[in-house]
């Protein structure tokens, strides 16, 4: 069964029926096992056999992520562990910050311009890359099978093996153990926000996003079959989703409980798997299917153009390019001074960068700053990050002195990736 728990509690249901920590070999099999057994996990009919084992694996995985969680939760920079942080925030070189150093304008990433070994020039085969295993490109995604970040997937690269993940952070190791070769992620909705969760993870991993996709999200009220819209005393589903429908279950009379499992489709195969006769699922038409559920009422969502921004993520990053929009991912810290904030944003306007999301999220490493001032006590500023999404590629030199200026005021920048806008028509009606 999956997790079906508040999002937040680390709760690995999955895991069930070993009952001893697997070995390393154990899990090296399992995965070997999940990763070849493609049949039953196949796009989109994913629901099979096999998965069982895959949920254990994940389980493994997401044991591994409870284990690394635990002694700190600050960023793992990727150059040895948290408490490394502050070394990758003094700006030491352009591969620090993962930046197109600016002497290179040909974009080429491999110009040396210290002595430190540097990033291995990209190929063109960076730009879509061949699975290494030479089949179907295997996509993790987090939920089970008819969850929006399947379809997410399947949209953002048709004809993929998707992978079905517990935890978003499983997900991310997915890619990074090379059991998958994307991962594909929600990071924002435009009713719901910001899924904060995953701007965390973004800084804490050191994949690189390589797309976006924006999916539309038609919400359904999905019960048993028989079951009435009265016998219901509670709704169960993503929090986002659960957000998302919040003012039509009021106007719907659907005054009961609300409760945020792992995703949308894991509600619907709950309801089914323990025939529960009092709650229904907020999920796609698709679960409906899946799970043997009714529609008791379609298009729930509280507005109709509800769209869910995925990212791609991947291990290598790809080639900026200037033949078709782009957009950049960023992160920094504040630096010393005033106005930090004020002089980073204008650096992008200043070179007629348009901004397209500004997100703040705490500083883990250094949450708050004390300010004491003997005449009047002392302040408590707290202390962020910001990730910033901007339209232009690093391929551009307006972006990358814009880079170069905004390096001058922070303390830390990172650039997540620069990759190819979704351009694809609107078309808000259905998302499953
Ligand atoms: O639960 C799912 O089906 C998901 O794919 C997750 C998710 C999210 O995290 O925002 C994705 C799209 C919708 O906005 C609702 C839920």
Known sequence: MHAIAPPSSNNFNCFT?????????????????????SDALNFPNGVGLSRADWQSTCAILASKVVSKEQPTDKPDTGS????????????KSAIDLDLVPIETVDNSMSSTSNNKPQPKPLTITDLSPAPMHGSQLRVAY??????????????????CEAIPCDQFEVAFQAVELWIADRAVLPIENSLGGSIHRNYDLLLRHRLHIVGEVQLPVHHCLLA?????????????????????????LTKLGLNVAREAVDDTAGAAEFIAANNLRDTAAIASARAADLYGLNILEDGIQDDSSNV???????????????DRPFKTSIVFAHGKGTS???????????????????????HRNRPIRLVDDANVGTAKHFEYMFYVDFEASMAEVRAQNALAEVQEFTSFLRVLGSYPMDMTPWCPSRGE
């Open 340 to 362: 930090v904030l004020f002089k980073v944003l204008s650096a992008f306007a200043f070179r007629n960068i348009s901004l397209t999301k500004i997100e703040s999220r705490p």
């Open 80 to 91: 040895g562990g948290a408490d490394h942080f502050p070394a990758v925030n003094g700006h």
């Open 17 to 37: 029926g070993t009952g001893t920590r697997p070995t390393l070999a154990r899990v090296r099999r399992r995965v070997i096992q999940s990763v070849y057994r």
């Open 224 to 248: 048993l079959p028989g079951v009435r819209k009265e016998y219901l005393n509670r709704v169960i589903s993503h929090p986002q989703a659960l957000a998302q429908c919040e003012l039509t």
């Open 308 to 322: 869910t921004r995925f990212v791609m993520l991947a291990r290598e990053p790809i080639i900026p390019r200037t």
């Open 142 to 159: 987090q939920g089970v099978p008819a969850a929006y970040s399947e379809a997410a997937a399947g949209k953002a690269y048709p004809n």
